[in-house]
């Protein structure tokens, strides 16, 4: 476990350029259940629409924590607002263990190809960087997901030729400390 847990608890509420990125609590339940119901969130990802707001509301207060249930990982997840009016447009997760991160991104569907999964994925990755001290950020990409892949691309991550046990490809982005 990082030994960052604490400081990062303290403040990891993030502003990008058009995004506020808040912790993700419960009361966010209904406007990301507005998202996730759409079946096309899923079709890389080979996840199942959530059947009700309650429970992605239960799926948030497991994660409350933010640590796994073995208490290895830091299970970090942004809800991505807009700064205009405050529209829950997606999120961003993280999960961190020593010196390392994978990462995911979801847009909804209505605010796809806006440039937000980009936007909000490179702030969060800034944050890592800086506060966790990470030497590597991962991402596993369904070779079919060019949105994904482009977002990977974007935020400087790149493909390592391998291949998990799912069919999905790992990109890596990795940071070396200056001496
Ligand atoms: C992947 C995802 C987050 C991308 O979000 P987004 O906000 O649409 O991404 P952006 O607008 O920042 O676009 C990033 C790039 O992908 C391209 N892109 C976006 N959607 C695309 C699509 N459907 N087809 C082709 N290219 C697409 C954009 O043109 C942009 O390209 P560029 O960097 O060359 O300019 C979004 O499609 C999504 O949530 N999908 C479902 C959930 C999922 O599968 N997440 C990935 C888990 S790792």
Redesign the pocket.
Known sequence: MPDEVVACDADWTLESERLELAPMVEDDSDALFALLKDPG?HV??GGQPPASADEVRAKIRRRESRQSPEGDELWLNWTLRLKDDRTVV?YVQAGVTEGQADM????GGA?????????ASRRVLRWLWHHLQLHEVR???HPE????R??AR?VGLRPTGERTDDGEDVWRATFVAPQ
């Open positions: 969130i890389f990802t997606g995911a991104w979801v847009i605010f796809q190809r806006q440039g937000f999964g980009s936007e991402a596993k990409i997901h060019i949105a994904s482009r977002v974007s």
